[in-house]
């Protein structure tokens, strides 16, 4: 138990509810699995008894349609007046004179032709009591016995002339010569005494044998395994046929008496290795009876255990995917805090999760997104701070240098320049002059896009003045924007390092290009776009941009100590999430950086 214990305090939570849904559920659907064995176990042995009466039923109805065949060519021979008027007559030796008697004088051809249609009927005699000579027909090279005289003492005769006029049933083994002198196949056997109309004088002996391969076939039919089998009774209980491989001891017991036969119709007989089910249409008809293997309480339990186990499988299995789907529901926001609280610990400060429920889960969710803005707000502040520092010491470091003495000793050279004829240089001194106005003067953090736009073409100016064959530089500002307030140096440093990175070194014709345009969406925005056809730069050489230390970073920069990675920082300050910095960039073909703010417009002093 302590190691269950053990197993179960490993487990994440998406298996403990797996684990505790098949907990509750399985001893539910084994009470369930129980009730349908015990339901299934009933019904097997309704189904199975129900299916045997029906085959039994089946069984007799269609022997029935043979016996009923039989039985009315016997009724029509006995109340045939040209039959009865032969056997009444009392001129024998004048009738025994015609050969052709019976086909002459009675309607025999009648007679064959409907044995002919059934088929299965494959003898008749008729032994006349008043010395006519009898009629014996055989279609199966069976031959009867000549005359009535030998069958008198037969058994047949005996039975036949008990019952007065009754019809009997007899099974005729083939090769037995009872009332047949050559019998060729087994026989089901009718016979009768035939009688006047008024049943007082016997007239005669009927006997009709049919093929006992049609009964066979019939009960062959019946019969669905090699343990079963089937035993038709005539009327007084005795064997008429038998077909199957059951036990011999079964046909014994049925046949001693009838004691095992109830009142009614139909029935079952229990016995210790079989069952039978019997049906008899009505009191004078055959006995039908289907022996059948009993089947034992294991082999039913057997039967009646396969399908719920089945359905307890599936059912089982089938509930898993719905138990892990339910289990990710539930587990889905656990996964996500998990998540947002390693990428948090790792100092990503903008993770949020999303909360879509009020339950306790969604609260979590709640508590941890109000704890990361609350931390990040405490960073923020951090940083600003130390960025005002910064922007201290920059201060610090533009005070180190007299603007009003660097601005008056470049005035000097410049006049000095005119004066010595060279405009070119003088217009240059100028430019170097204004650059340092704009980037040291008034220390102001926010400008507008114009004088952004005054700065780096001053700045593009005084390049131009170094790289003048190679350099070329165009400068597409939309003048919408010109009044629009940015960050000082946003756009410069990027143009420096196009210069630096991208010229400096190339021995080919390389052009600038610098745009602002406005966006409109759900806000008014702006874009810079500062494109170059330099050498271009590696996916290494963009990320060295990103991850240059503070100690080297400042040493790389030439304008007001601002490198790329610092643009990036007092966007993020300014603007928080609402902008847009991308640098795409590919060896050989030049850098495209793109940035995209808000628009803020001028403030009316």
């Known amino acids: 138990m302590k190691h269950v214990k053990?197993?179960?305090?490993?487990?994440?939570?998406?298996?403990?509810?797996?684990?505790?849904?098949?907990?509750?559920?399985?001893?539910?659907?084994?009470?369930?699995?129980?009730?349908?064995v015990v339901r299934n176990y009933d019904q097997t042995q309704r189904t199975r008894y129900i299916a045997q009466e029906q085959?039994?039923?089946?069984?007799?109805?269609?022997?029935?349609?043979?016996?009923?065949?039989?039985?009315?060519?016997?009724?029509?021979?006995?109340?045939?007046?040209?039959?009865?008027?032969?056997?009444?007559?009392?001129?024998?030796?004048?009738?025994?004179?015609n050969f052709q008697l019976w086909l002459d004088e009675a309607p025999m051809n009648i007679v064959l032709d409907m044995i002919a249609l059934k088929g299965y009927i494959k003898t008749i005699a008729i032994y006349p009591e008043n010395g006519v000579n009898p009629y014996l027909r055989c279609l199966d090279s069976s031959s009867y016995v000549s005359d009535i005289e030998s069958l008198r003492n037969s058994e047949m005769y005996q039975s036949a002339v008990e019952v007065k006029g009754a019809v009997l049933w007899q099974f005729a083994k083939k090769d037995t010569k009872s009332i047949y002198q050559a019998n060729r196949s087994d026989k089901i056997v009718l016979y009768r005494e035939i009688f006047d109309l008024a049943k007082?004088?016997?007239?005669?002996?009927?006997?009709?044998?049919?093929?006992?391969?049609?009964?066979?076939?019939?009960?062959?039919?019946?019969?669905?395994?090699?343990?079963?089998?089937?035993?038709?009774?005539?009327?007084?209980?005795?064997?008429?046929?038998?077909?199957?491989?059951?036990?011999?001891?079964?046909?014994?017991?049925?046949?001693k008496d009838l004691s095992w036969k109830k009142k009614g119709l139909k029935g079952v007989v229990e016995l210790p290795d079989y069952t039978v089910l019997w049906a008899q249409k009505e009191k004078n008809n055959f006995i039908f009876c289907k022996v059948v293997p009993r089947i034992g309480f294991n082999d039913l339990l057997r039967q009646s255990v396969s399908t719920p186990l089945i359905l307890l499988a599936v059912l089982l299995i089938g509930l898993c995917p719905i138990f892990i789907f339910i289990s990710n529901v539930i587990t889905k926001p656990l996964n996500q805090l998990t998540v947002a609280m390693g990428k948090f610990r790792k100092g990503d400060?903008?993770?949020?999760?999303?909360?879509?429920?009020?339950?306790?889960?969604?609260?979590?969710?709640?508590?941890?997104?109000?704890?990361?803005?609350?931390?990040?707000?405490?960073?923020?502040?951090?940083?600003?701070?130390?960025?005002h520092e910064k922007e201290s010491e920059l201060n610090a470091l533009q005070a180190q240098i007299n603007p009003h003495f660097l601005y008056n000793t470049l005035d000097a050279l410049y006049w000095r320049a005119i004066d010595c004829d060279n405009e070119e240089i003088g217009e240059d001194i100028l430019a170097l002059s204004n650059l340092f106005r704009l980037v040291l003067g008034q220390g102001k953090g926010i400008i507008t896009v114009k004088e952004e736009e005054n700065l780096i073409e001053t700045y593009l100016h005084i390049q131009k003045m170094r790289f003048s064959k190679k350099l070329d530089y165009q400068i597409c500002i939309d003048p919408n924007i010109e009044n629009a307030l940015i960050p000082k140096l946003i756009l410069q440093p990027f143009i420096e390092n196009a210069i630096v990175h991208g010229f400096e070194n190339s021995g080919t014709k390389c052009m600038l290009t610098v745009e602002g345009v406005m966006i409109e969406k759900e806000k008014v925005y702006i874009e810079f776009r500062i494109c170059d056809t330099g050498k271009g730069m590696s996916k290494e050489q963009l990320n060295e941009i990103w991850n240059v230390e503070d100690s080297k970073r400042y040493a790389s920069q030439r304008i007001g100590h601002y490198a790329?990675?610092?643009?990036?920082e007092r966007l993020e300050l300014k603007y928080r999430e609402d902008f847009s910095f991308q640098i795409k960039s590919e060896v050989g073909k030049g850098t495209t950086v793109s940035i995209i703010i808000p628009y803020e417009g001028k403030e009316v002093d």
Do not use: W
Not at 9 to 23: A, E, P
């Open 200 to 255: 007082k004088k016997k007239l005669g002996f009927l006997v009709i044998g049919a093929s006992s391969d049609k009964f066979y076939e019939l009960c062959k039919n019946a019969v669905q395994t090699k343990e079963e089998g089937v035993l038709i009774l005539n009327p007084d209980g005795e064997e008429l046929l038998e077909y199957g491989n059951h036990d011999r001891g079964v046909t014994t017991f049925l046949t």
């Open 6 to 36: 053990t197993i179960m305090n490993h487990m994440n939570i998406r298996k403990k509810l797996v684990f505790y849904s098949y907990l509750v559920i399985t001893p539910i659907l084994l009470i369930i699995s129980v009730l349908l």
């Open 349 to 387: 400060f903008t993770q949020k999760i999303p909360v879509n429920t009020q339950d306790e889960l969604g609260v979590v969710a709640e508590c941890f997104n109000i704890m990361v803005e609350d931390i990040k707000t405490l960073i923020d502040t951090n940083y600003v701070m130390a960025l």
């Open 564 to 568: 790329i990675k610092n643009v990036r």
């Open 55 to 97: 085959t039994v039923q089946s069984l007799e109805d269609s022997i029935e349609v043979l016996r009923n065949d039989m039985q009315n060519i016997c009724t029509y021979l006995c109340v045939n007046e040209d039959i009865i008027r032969i056997l009444k007559s009392t001129n024998s030796e004048e009738l025994n004179k």
